[in-house]
């Protein structure tokens, strides 16, 4: 490959290959995902969300730490395996303290937030990709990154347009109440859903099988 970008895993055993790029590089590339978050969870902040605040915020100081290369750290820690029955166990104590604990309590913000960046250790990690036959390893590399070129614009285009749908909703909800009932933000509209504790049960389910296989999806990848 051309790219010099690439460079040989330091599991070099593997034979898998991952991006390597200088942090000035990193910065330059990601800047604007930083700022965007920093941006979005300031705006959090001002309109009296503190906890989605600091959630936005985090994730912008996450980033910045990636493109630095502290987060290269996690690698060395491998991952405990756990069986089926294990996952499901853990899975069904989680839903069970989203649907009975007392919603935006202590106990729900908890286990939300460590089910959160559980998630992001497991994908940021940087654990070898399956070893391919030479001849077919340039091949997977270019397949992989047009993969990741296109999760990342879907990804992009969902993200901007709930800011957007939260940010419109909060200036044109200013002027008066009836405007403020004729624009709800999404958390007023999902919020029947969630009020009760079957919703909110079959919505902590959901969120977990489907960030369970996206996880899984993305390490086969």
């Known amino acids: 490959m ?18 390597r790029v200088g942090v000035a590089a990193r910065m330059r590339r ?8 920093v941006l979005a969870g300031s705006f959090q902040l001002y309109r009296g969300a503190p906890v989605d605040g600091v959630f936005f915020l985090a994730a912008g100081l996450a980033l910045l730490a990636d493109a630095g290369g502290w987060l290269r750290a996690l690698d060395r820690y491998p991952l405990p395996r756990l069986h089926l029955a ?11 303290v989203i649907t009975f604990a007392p ?6 913000l908890i286990t939300v937030a460590v089910i959160g960046a559980t998630a992001l250790i497991v994908a940021w990690r940087d654990d070898p990709l399956p070893s391919d036959p030479a001849p077919n390893r ?6 992989l990154r047009r993969a990741l070129r296109r999760s990342a614009v879907l990804w992009s285009a969902a993200g901007i347009f709930l800011c957007l749908w939260e940010l419109g909703s909060f200036f044109l909800a200013m002027p008066s109440a009836q405007a403020d009932f004729d624009h709800p933000p999404l958390s007023d509209l999902l919020d029947p859903i969630v009020a009760n504790p079957v ?19 993305g390490r086969r990848s």
Do not use: H, N
């Open 199 to 217: 919703g909110r049960a079959a919505c902590a389910a959901i969120w977990l099988i489907a960030g369970a296989a996206f996880l899984r999806r």
């Open 30 to 37: 990601d800047w604007w995902w930083i700022a965007i978050l």
């Open 2 to 19: 051309t790219d010099q970008s690439w460079r040989p895993s330091r599991r070099g055993e593997t034979g898998s290959r991952i991006p």
């Open 103 to 108: 919603q935006f309590g202590l106990a729900d």
């Open 86 to 96: 294990a996952q499901v166990t853990l899975g069904a104590v989680a839903v069970a």
């Open 138 to 143: 340039e091949g997977r590399d270019v397949t």
